[in-house]
């Protein structure tokens, strides 16, 4: 949008691509997209105010043009860019997290579990763009833009908060069908969080030092999972837990080899949070 830019340019702020946010529903937009509207939001509104006043331009295009400026600086529509803003920087951070290549399924469980934690927070302790907002709120005006109350829908932070963080448990348990009756869920969760268990003996940081039988259990029932040779792995893991987790034997590396392969097929599965 080339008088868009040169909007930006005239008030010598950072213009991010702003993509196609008043085309579509924006609150499936991304974190992108509405970090672009947010962070541009005086050179948004000026482009609108100049565009609905452009004698240049016919009357159905300055209309829309009018539309836009008054949804922008509705108060309402300002509130719930935020509270998109501040739940898709969560779950941007999140994704980025998921998709180094270096974290292991225990630790994508344990960080998922955070993350939904930190957005179920949002309802007691609004994120940064919230309070940004309700601070403009008390004065009615944001960036220099006046705001209005207007007619534009607020989304019910609540509800939203709820949704997406049901959504995250319900990826947390990638063995368990949408449609599972509640028996056969609770069971494939339970194995699931078996599994995560017996995975993570395997990260030296978890080990008890004090018990020189920990995690062989864990191990055993690891291997009859993977169909890895139950005394193979167990002699391997022995040796390396005596090398403080510093050298991989041999005998450890099919089943390493196994948890890493099980570890790609649910993350391509529906372990991502994108």
Same mark, same amino acid.
């Given at each position: 949008m080339r008088?868009?830019?040169?909007?930006?340019h005239n008030l010598d702020i950072a213009l991010r691509r702003i993509?196609?946010?008043f085309s579509v529903r924006w609150v499936a937009s991304s974190w992108r997209a509405v970090s672009a509207v947010w962070q541009s939001y005086p050179a948004l509104a000026q482009h609108f105010r100049e565009a609905s006043e452009d004698d240049t331009r016919d009357s159905r295009e300055r209309a829309k043009f009018k539309g836009l400026l008054s949804k922008l600086c509705s108060i309402n529509f300002l509130k719930s860019l935020a509270l998109m803003a501040d739940v898709l920087t969560e779950l941007k951070n999140l994704s980025e997290i998921l998709q180094n290549r270096k974290t292991t399924l225990p630790k994508a469980h344990d960080i998922m579990t955070t993350y939904v934690k930190r957005i179920e927070s949002?309802?007691?302790y609004p994120g940064q763009h919230a309070v940004d907002a309700s601070q403009a709120e008390e004065v009615m005006e944001f960036k220099g833009e006046e705001l209005r109350v207007g007619r534009s829908p607020i989304i019910d932070s609540a509800q939203f908060i709820r949704a997406?963080?049901?959504n995250m448990k319900e990826r947390l348990f990638t063995t368990t069908a949408n449609r599972a009756q509640a028996s056969v869920a609770a069971n494939r969760k339970e194995a699931y969080n078996s599994l995560i268990n017996q995975m993570a003996v395997l990260n030296p940081d978890n080990w008890d030092h004090d018990n020189p039988r920990f995690g062989d259990n864990e191990v055993r029932a690891l291997c009859?999972? =993977?169909h890895v040779n139950q005394q193979e792995a167990h002699l391997g893991f022995t040796e390396y837990k005596a090398s403080g987790g510093r050298n991989i034997p041999n005998q450890m590396k099919k089943l390493l080899m196994a948890v890493d392969t099980l570890q790609?097929? =649910?993350t391509v599965n529906g372990g991502s949070a994108q």
């Open positions: 008088q868009l830019s040169e909007c930006a993509g196609k946010v949002f309802n007691r997406v963080a049901d009859d999972v =993977l790609e097929m =649910l």
